[in-house]
């Protein structure tokens, strides 16, 4: 891949990330709103960090940041967009996983949900591939630690998500 073809390709996940960013921070945001408002508890009895770690605020801020940087061609903006690629697919495969075994009733689990939860999936997939082409490792020059470094942020954000996650 040529380095004009790269820019174009950083610009394009660039901006993905930083959609997808906001789109997941909308649909926490009306998460959120949901619960507070079904529950009826005041701003008083709310643990900002409980509420930012419950329902991926942070996680939509981190994909948007990395989203940006990565548009930027700096080196943290491509290890962000890396680890929450392949985060971001992880994390939809076992939230669709955990509403079928938990057995939600107001989630649909028609042919047109697993079809987009699947292109979601495929699609950030892709992207965390694409950002593992040569010529991103060629101009990033990732270290060994770095590797590590990435794989084990990926290990630890899956076994938080799928294990751990809920804090009340």
């Known amino acids: 891949m040529t380095d ?23 649909e926490a945001s009306i998460g959120f709103l949901f619960v507070y408002n079904k529950v009826g508890v005041s701003w008083e009895e709310i643990s900002l960090l409980k ?5 991926n605020f942070i996680a939509s801020i981190v994909l948007f940041v990395s989203g940006i940087l990565l548009m930027m061609r700096k080196k943290i903006g491509w290890i962000g967009s890396i680890i ?7 994390l939809l495969l076992i ?9 939600y009733e107001y989630v649909s689990t028609d042919s047109s ?17 694409m950002l593992l082409h040569k010529s991103f490792i060629k101009k ?3 270290t060994k630690g770095i590797w590590i470094l990435m794989l084990l942020f990926i290990i630890v954000l899956i ?6 996650k809920p804090i009340t």
Do not use: D, H, T
């Not at 073809?5 to 909308?26: A, D, W």
């Not at 509420?51 to 329902?55: E, F, M, S, T």
């Not at 076994?159 to 751990?164: K, R, S, T």
């Open 4 to 26: 004009s073809k790269r820019k174009i390709v950083e610009i394009i996940i660039g901006s993905l990330l930083v959609i997808f960013g906001c789109v997941i921070f909308y």
């Open 51 to 55: 509420v930012l770690y419950n329902y």
């Open 84 to 90: 929450m690629s392949f985060f971001s697919a992880i």
């Open 95 to 103: 939230n669709l996983f955990g509403r079928f075994v938990k057995g």
């Open 113 to 129: 949900y697993l079809i987009f939860y699947g292109v979601l999936i495929i699609l950030f997939l892709a992207i965390g591939g």
């Open 140 to 142: 990033y020059q990732p």
């Open 159 to 164: 076994v938080n998500e799928a294990f751990v």
